[in-house]
T-cell receptor
Framework: KNEVEQSPQNLTAQEGEFITINCSYS?????LHWLQQHPGGGIVSLFM???GKKKHGRLIATINIQEKHSSLHITASHPRDSAVYIC????????????FGKGTHLIIQP | GAVVSQHPSRVICKSGTSVKIECRSL??????MFWYRQFPKQSLMLMAT?????????EQGVEKDKFLINHASLTLSTLTVTSAHPEDSSFYIC????????????FGEGSWLTVV
């Protein structure tokens, strides 16, 4: 079973700061997902990675398959970025469910 | 708009009753859907894999007779919590992958279940 570790668990930063959230996993994967969960519970998929780097707006996600590590970066952070960010991995193909990290609770203060 | 729709978003039921939660893929066919549960301040946990036209696959520790899953069509999976108890109170959420978008995962809105 894959163990997914995220750090930090909680992060409070000032608006405009560069944010980094880290994720490591124990077993080889087919894909890694970064998710955003808002207080009401709704979850949005931000990225799906199997290698390299992806960028969407102010968000950047990278993955190092050899080191079993991924990072999510937020540039020019804004209070609306405040949410729980969750790393999740899929070990097999599309028929396999996800294993989740515990999440990083991010608060961006104005 | 939503790609995967889940209903109801909130439900309160009495102990001993059953409650059904629906998960629909709105504009694509999903042969496989997943059901997850999240207790307060804990991580999401996979409960079961819902397979269209066949039996669901349950994760270890999840009672298949208590959490009934029916995936009768390519766009609908239902989770029924039978004989609900207060300890079943949780956030339940489904997901499906959209093949036309490289299997991008879409989550339903989630359902908050409170058993009183």
């Amino acid at each position: 079973k894959n163990e997914v570790e995220q750090s930090p668990q909680n992060l409070t930063a000032q608006e405009g700061e560069f944010i980094t959230i880290n994720c490591s996993y124990s077993v080889g994967i087919s894909a890694l997902h970064w998710l955003q969960q808002h207080p009401g519970g709704g979850i949005v998929s931000l990225f799906m990675l199997s290698s390299g780097k992806k960028k969407h707006g102010r968000l950047i996600a990278t993955i190092n398959i050899q080191e079993k590590h991924s990072s999510l970066h937020i540039t020019a952070s804004h209070p609306r970025d405040s949410a729980v960010y969750i790393c999740a991995v899929r070990s097999g193909g599309g028929a396999d469910g996800l294993t989740f990290g515990k999440g990083t609770h991010l608060i961006i203060q104005p | 708009g939503a790609v995967v729709s889940q209903h109801p978003s909130r439900v309160i039921c009495k102990s001993g009753t059953s409650v059904k939660i629906e998960c629909r893929s709105l504009d694509f066919q999903a042969t496989t859907m997943f059901w997850y549960r999240q207790f307060p301040k804990q991580s999401l946990m996979l409960m079961a894999t819902s397979n269209e036209g066949s039996k669901a696959t349950y994760e270890q520790g999840v009672e298949k007779d208590k959490f009934l899953i029916n995936h009768a069509s390519l766009t609908l999976s239902t989770l029924t919590v039978t004989s609900a108890h207060p300890e079943d109170s949780s956030f339940y959420i489904c997901s499906a992958s959209r093949p036309s978008e490289g299997n991008t995962i879409y989550f339903g809105e989630g359902s908050w279940l409170t058993v009183v």
